[in-house]
């Protein structure tokens, strides 16, 4: 698993797709305590709260965020 951080010109380089941000389907249409998250481009993935869109938006390196939904997934599935 990569813990390195990541590199500020990737992070500063994100910038998310017009209609890229997805949420999950469980979250409902009032939005629930959910995240919604794009995929700006190969090296970044986007996170905001679904309640408030035009709020910051919490940057990671795609392969933080590919580990953290793995474990999560594994966690929740034991």
């Known amino acids: 698993m990569d813990i390195r951080e990541p590199r500020a ?6 910038e998310p797709n017009a209609d890229g941000w997805r949420t999950a389907s469980r979250c409902g249409p009032d939005g629930g305590n959910c995240v919604a998250v794009n ?32 474990a999560n997934f594994l966690s929740a599935n034991r």
């Open 39 to 70: 995929r700006g481009n190969a090296e970044v993935v986007g996170v905001r709260d679904t309640k408030r869109p035009g709020a910051a938006v919490l940057r990671f390196r795609t392969s933080a965020w590919i580990a953290f939904r793995t």
């Open 9 to 14: 010109s990737a992070l500063s380089r994100f």
